[in-house]
């Protein structure tokens, strides 16, 4: 993503996360997931370390946030190009978001939807790229509803278990 970010009208700008911020967007991440029911063994769970570490998906990937002037960080998302670390299951010629969150107060604010309209701006841009995918909870109905309005399709032949017992649906946007 460009230094130069992309401002809503609603209020606040999405840009690349800076180093100074991933503590902050990491507490954000892990909490939601927490909050949300979204980690099988809570606290516990081994992947809250990993939704912690901004600055490892910071190196390897495209990490984005949504900052607003009076609340700081609303939001995030990681992108990542298939074949690479932080692809779950985007393949080469895909490009995939993950760990989208946005901060409670924040919600219903377009937030989240903004972000997932930058990574698939990012994405279209990319002369190889055909499709942005993503994996998200069966229970997420609310972001389902969200992603379907965006164009975004079911892709029921890619769901999959990051652990068994946890299954994650999964969606696709072709451009």
Known sequence: M?????????DFTIRAVRPEEYEALGELTGQTYLNDGLLLHGENDFYLDVLKDTARRARESEVLVAADPEDGIIGGVT????????????????AEFRMLVVT????????????????ADRARGLPECARLVLSTDVT?????RIYERMGFVRTPERDWEPVPGHRLRTYALEF
Do not use: Y
């Open 2 to 10: 460009s230094g130069r970010g992309h401002t809503f009208p609603m």
């Open 79 to 94: 992108f990542a190009l298939g074949g690479t670390p932080w692809a779950d299951i985007a393949v080469p010629g895909e």
């Open 104 to 119: 409670p107060s924040a919600r219903g604010r377009g937030v989240g939807e903004a972000l997932v309209r930058t990574c």
């Open 140 to 144: 997420m109905v609310r972001a389902h």
